[in-house]
């Protein structure tokens, strides 16, 4: 079964941290590009970050650059968000997808999702 899986999410303080994990199973997100999207209550789902596969190059919406970091461990198959200085407006549910393509490859073209974790900044 293919699928990617998310975990880390959590409820956690105005200039708080969390890191969000995506492990992928039944492929290997090697020759995937990554995409870490959000969609909060009311709202599209964005774009977050991206990496790609070929060069591992990241990409970040304006909206979080300087404060998450993506990464990728394809010994653990696995790549991450870490968020740093959360803002309430970063409230959302988070999902991964993969994409055999680049990071600028529409949403509705990439290939596999998560199941989403939802992340609350509140005091």
């Known amino acids: 079964q293919l699928q990617l899986v998310e975990s880390g999410g959590g409820l956690v303080q105005p200039g708080g941290s969390l890191r969000l994990s995506c492990a992928a199973s039944g492929f290997t997100l090697d020759y995937y590009a990554i995409g870490w999207f959000r969609q909060a209550p009311g709202k599209e789902r964005e774009g977050s970050a991206c990496?790609?596969?070929?060069?591992?190059?990241?990409y970040y919406a304006d909206s979080v650059k300087g404060r998450f970091t993506i990464s990728r461990d394809n010994a653990k198959n696995t790549v991450y968000l870490q968020m740093n200085s959360l803002k309430p407006e970063d409230t959302a549910v988070y999902y991964c997808?993969?994409?055999?393509?680049?990071?600028?490859?529409?949403?509705?073209?990439?290939?596999?999702w998560g199941q989403g974790t939802q992340v609350t900044v509140s005091s």
């Open positions: 997808a993969a994409v055999d393509n680049g990071c600028y490859t529409p949403l509705y073209e990439y290939k596999y």
């Open positions: 990496i790609s596969s070929s060069d591992g190059r990241r």
